[in-house]
């Protein structure tokens, strides 16, 4: 325990002397916050807790996770935390000549506008036309996940339209990426120009990327989205005001709306939780303590039981698997598919029904290359991260450049859940830059 008093000491120590630095909006801040919350936070306390969430999570062979491997795992998460915030600043010195605190969203003057309306106009009736054709294929799949899954909530049929309906990667990528960038660039026009059409375009674009999201039948998505949706009205509201003559807001008034914001996405998170389990409560008092028991523990502690076993694993099970567990990669090199998050998962679950594990960008440094891989990986993320934060601080304050930031920040809470190359490929940021680049006017990025 004196390990984890003292790295729990020496983390929040950090957070204290960079706060700048952290608590800013920055693609770096996201990360760090995003990283700790749902992560590192739950390894350090895990040995507090470590009695009450084996009989939560009784359906994993937590055994195997023993004091050693607590202390190892969390060393790992916050030595790899540290690496990449002073690679992070190395980075700002190197780019910058000094440390800057960044924040993308302070500003001063209007949004200027270099968005190509007849681009997004193209990419959104392309793609509503491949949306209409695919889910017209998977229709009675969609049936099924929802009347067998949703309203009969039957997990089993959730779990089976899920990987029906993402079998398709380019559904994936539009629905995950492309669909919730181009609604709140259509959110962006509509504030722009509050005409009939726009306002059309604008509600039905939000409804379908909610609808579409809520029939991937996964929570996630949907709550990212509309967290995203939320931080571009807040972007936006500087410019376009939605009344005039209305007085200003204090802050306790605007710290109540989003303490109001947060608590309707948790009521949201619990309400999708009781869909997609077959939970029954006597009386709502019940329900919402065993909801909220639930929403709570998804999210400090589902990437918590994976870094342990991660750390367990390789390589005394088996050697770490380098680059294998990129799928896209050993399509074109000779050498096989290595799917680490559900080969864990039916190592450490007595549960059969199949499955998979998640864990950050950090631990998968580590998975991957052991303890070389976490040092260089981290340093490499930390000073990429410091690239991008440079970059995005230099573009031009117009509409799709302040879009595609939020959507940067998208990117590295995904780091926080999943690989480097996940979050690259498989979770959109490529598919981010290609569309950011394809709004642009004349394909032209401008920088201030």
């Known amino acids: 325990m004196a390990t984890t008093y003292l790295l729990i000491f020496v983390l929040l120590s950090h957070i204290l002397f960079f706060k700048k630095i952290i608590f800013k909006w920055n693609v770096f801040g996201v990360f760090f916050i995003a990283t700790f919350t749902f992560s590192t936070f739950g390894i350090l306390v895990f040995p507090f807790l470590q009695t009450y969430l084996s009989h939560v999570f009784w359906t994993f062979k937590l055994q195997h996770i023993t004091s050693e491997i607590i202390v190892k795992t969390q060393i790992i998460a916050v030595l790899g935390m540290l690496l990449v915030l002073y690679s992070y600043v190395f980075g700002l010195l190197l780019l910058k000549g000094k440390v800057v605190v960044i ?9 200027k506008e270099n968005l190509n309306k007849l681009n997004f106009q193209f990419i959104f009736i392309l793609i509503t036309v491949f949306l209409s054709i695919y889910l017209f294929l998977k229709s009675k799949v969609l049936i099924i996940g929802i009347s067998d899954g949703l309203i009969g909530r039957n997990p089993t049929a959730i779990l089976n339209s899920r990987r029906a309906i993402t079998s398709s990667y380019f559904y994936v990528i539009i629905t995950y990426n492309l669909l919730p960038f181009l609604s709140i660039v259509s959110y962006y026009l509509f504030l722009k120009k509050r005409t009939l059409s726009r306002r059309i375009l604008f509600y039905a674009a939000f409804a379908v990327t909610v609808l579409l999201l809520l029939l991937l ?27 005039k003559n209305k007085k200003p807001k204090t802050k306790k008034r605007t710290r109540r709306k989003y303490i109001i914001y947060g608590l309707l996405l948790f009521s949201l998170l619990m309400l999708l939780y009781y869909l997609t389990t077959n939970y029954k409560f006597d009386n709502i008092y019940q329900a919402i303590k065993k909801l909220s028991e639930v929403s709570l523990l998804r999210i400090f502690g589902r990437l918590t039981l994976p870094s342990f076993f991660y750390v367990h694993y390789f390589p005394k099970i088996e050697s770490h698997y380098h680059i294998s567990n990129i799928g896209m990669l050993t399509k074109f090199l000779p050498i096989d598919f290595y799917p680490d998050n559900k080969i864990l998962f039916n190592y450490y679950s007595i549960n059969k029904n199949g499955g998979s594990l998640a864990i950050n960008s950090i631990f998968d440094f580590y998975g991957a290359f052991g303890h070389y891989g976490l040092v260089i990986g981290s340093f490499i ?20 450049n302040l879009i595609f930031i939020i959507f940067c920040f998208v990117f590295a809470y995904y780091l926080s859940q999943a690989s480097l190359a996940k979050s ?10 290609m569309i950011w680049i394809f709004l642009q006017k004349g394909f032209k990025i401008k920088m201030r």
């Open 103 to 111: 924040n993308h969203f302070k500003f001063d003057g209007e949004i």
């Open 217 to 243: 039948f996964q929570k996630r998505p949907l709550i990212l989205f509309f967290l995203s949706f939320l931080l571009s009205a807040f972007i936006f509201k500087k410019e376009f005001k939605i009344k």
């Open 381 to 400: 993320l930390g000073f990429f991260i410091s690239m991008m934060d440079v970059f995005l601080n230099k573009l031009e304050k117009n509409g799709v």
């Open 424 to 433: 690259l490929m498989g979770y959109g940021f490529l598919f981010f830059v």
